[in-house]
Structures are given as C-alpha cells and as structure tokens.
C-alpha cells in the first residue's frame, strides 16, 4: 500500500469471513504495515452487529492503538439459517429485512459513527463492503430485496458520512467498495465457488483500488476492478 506512511495500521472488521480474512492476510504481508487488527464475533474486542454496543466497545478499546490509516468492514449476510434472499414480493417478512438490514447496514453505520474518529488525519481510508446489486441504477434483474435494499441504504449512509466527516477531517476518505463475486460463504449457493474469485485476489484488487484513489474520492461507490459505480 503505497499511498500510506511507512509503518502504517489497518483493521478489519468481519475478519473471520472469507474477505475479510484474506484481507487480514494481504495486510499482514505488506512489509509496510506495522499492525493489522482483525475484529469479529470472537475477537477480543468483540464486533457482533447483533449487540449494539459492541461497536463502541470496541472503537474505545482500539481507541489507543490509532490513529489508523485504514478500516475496511467486511461483514455482511446474503443468507442465514432461517432464510434465503427473497425472489417474489410474496417471499417479504419483517424477520428477514430486519436481520439483513442490522448486519449490513445498522452496525456498519455504527462503526462509521465510532470509528471515523480512529481515522489519521493526513490520509486514512474507510471502505465499507457494499454490493453492485446495492445500485439502484442498476437494478434489472429485481429479487433479493431485503439485501439490495439494505446496500443501497449502506451507500446513502456511506455517502452522507462523508460529507460531513470532509469538514472535519479533509484527509479521510470513505468509500463503497464492490468487491465481485468472490468465492466465500456467503456466495456459495449461488454458484459462488463457480463463478466467483479467491478472496486473495479478491483483496488485492481491492487494496489496489484504495490505494489509488484519494481524499477527492470520498463518498463514492467503486468496484474492485476500479470502476465507478452508479447509485
Ligand atoms: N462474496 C461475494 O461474492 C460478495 C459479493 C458482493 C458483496 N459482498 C460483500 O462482501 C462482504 C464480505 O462477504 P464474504 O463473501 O466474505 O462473506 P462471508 O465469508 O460469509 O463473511 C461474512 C462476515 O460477516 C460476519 N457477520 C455475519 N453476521 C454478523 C454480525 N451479526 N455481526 C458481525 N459480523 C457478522 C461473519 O462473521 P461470522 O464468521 O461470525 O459468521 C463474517 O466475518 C459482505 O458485506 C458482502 O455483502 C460479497
């Protein structure tokens, strides 16, 4: 990661999942990084989007550790034991969009709310993992509402943090990051493992697309192969 200072800190939330552990990975193999913090339902701090406070727990407790450079979210449900992304209207229940919404959408706007603040004041990147089917525009195919849904309010919240962090902190920038169809859990019933990427070239591409993009970018929505993505 070039763009960042010589001994430069990251941490990574949802580290346990597929992305997010290769991120850990790739982070940890850059001879520039000096501390890479993996956060997740087990970690010690614990992120669990399912407890609310947990989000400021942690930020208070990694509070000491800052400033960091980066923080990438990299958590997020498609599917859980009791559901699987609706196809029809008829398919619709609060149960479900109230799950999708606080994992993908409630808790990461709780660490924009707690961990903007963690973010270096020369130059920090904080990219939350949306989803390309998350863009209204470019909705044609209709289906997975609850998870749609719910990214498209992760980007409006993404892009309204943004403008208000600018005055505070000119050098962060935050970003909607599209990672692909990557291979992982989540993706596994919809063919993920045929069609999709390893999460380690998934994670470069997407830490080469952070490192080339700059403060001027903040509130935007990228894809991992460097595109920028409609709303
Ligand atoms: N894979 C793809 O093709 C694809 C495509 C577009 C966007 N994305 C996005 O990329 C991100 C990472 O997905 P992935 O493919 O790496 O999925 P994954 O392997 O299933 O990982 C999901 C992560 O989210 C965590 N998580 C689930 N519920 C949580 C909760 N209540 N609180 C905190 N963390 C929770 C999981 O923790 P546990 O290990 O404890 O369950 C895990 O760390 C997601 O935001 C996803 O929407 C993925």
């Not at 939350?128 to 209204?136: D, E, M, N, P, T």
């Amino acid at each position: 990661m070039d763009s960042f200072p010589d001994g430069y800190r990251a941490l990574v939330i949802g580290a346990s999942g597929a992305i997010g552990g290769a991120l850990v990975a790739a982070l940890r193999d850059d001879p520039r990084c000096a501390l890479v913090v993996g956060l997740d339902r087990h970690s010690q701090p614990v992120i669990d989007f399912a407890r609310e406070e947990s989000v400021a727990e942690a930020a208070a407790a990694l509070a000491a550790q800052g400033p960091f450079q980066l923080i990438i979210n990299a958590a997020g449900i498609l599917h859980g034991a009791a559901f699987m992304p609706e196809k029809k209207l008829a398919d619709l229940h609060y149960d479900q969009m109230l799950e999708t919404f606080r994992v993908n959408t409630f808790g990461p706007a709780l660490v924009l709310r707690h961990f903007s603040r963690l973010l270096d004041r020369q130059r920090s990147v904080l990219a939350l993992l949306s989803a390309k089917v998350g863009s209204i525009e470019d909705n044609r195919l209709g289906g997975w509402y609850s998870y749609r849904a719910s990214k498209a309010a992760l980007n409006m919240l993404l892009k309204t943090a943004a403008i208000e962090v600018r005055r505070s902190n000119p050098g962060a920038l935050l970003l909607a990051l599209h990672p692909g169809t990557v291979n992982s859990r989540l993706s596994q019933p919809f063919r993920g493992a045929e069609i999709g990427r390893p999460p380690a070239v998934a994670a470069q591409q997407m830490l080469a697309v952070i490192d080339g993009l700059g403060a001027e970018a903040s509130g935007q929505f990228h894809s991992w192969s460097g595109e920028r993505l409609p709303w």
